[in-house]
């Protein structure tokens, strides 16, 4: 069941890319303008979308946890949790970890781990 009760304040997990119209460069002009405040946690700085052949990518992971527990020291609290490209399974347990710490009744949780898929069902691309 979706909630009911607005989205005021967002956690952004996803990557930041330099070049190519995607991640949060994106989500945080998009909700932005919808009234949300966000409040990113990067995963990864990719110099472009990875969909462009050798872009360069800076892991974040050790980064996160710390932003984590600094946003637990600050007592704040989510009305969502969205979460979009991770760059390792490490950052998965990471992201499972945010999700429990700070899940409420009323929460809206997105997880989108794979964009990458050109529309297809990886399983059977069809």
């Not at 932005?32 to 969909?51: E, F, Y």
């Not at 898929?117 to 399983?123: A, C, I, T, Y």
Request: some cysteine; hydrophobic content about 40%.
């Amino acid at each position: 069941m979706i909630s009911q009760t607005p989205i005021k304040q967002i956690a952004a997990i996803h990557d930041l890319s330099g070049f190519g119209r995607t991640s949060l460069s994106v989500v945080i002009s998009i909700l932005s303008a919808m009234g949300i405040k966000v409040c990113p946690l990067a995963t990864a700085v990719l110099s472009s979308h990875s969909r462009y052949k050798g872009y360069h990518f800076a892991d974040l992971t050790d980064h996160m946890q710390p932003v984590i527990d600094h946003w637990k020291e600050l007592n704040t609290s989510f009305d969502a949790i969205y979460s979009g490209f991770l760059g390792s399974h490490k950052q998965i347990r990471i992201v499972q970890g945010m999700i429990d710490t700070f899940k409420n009744n009323d929460q809206f949780i997105v997880t989108d781990p794979v964009l990458g898929d050109n529309g297809k069902n990886v399983r059977t691309n069809k």
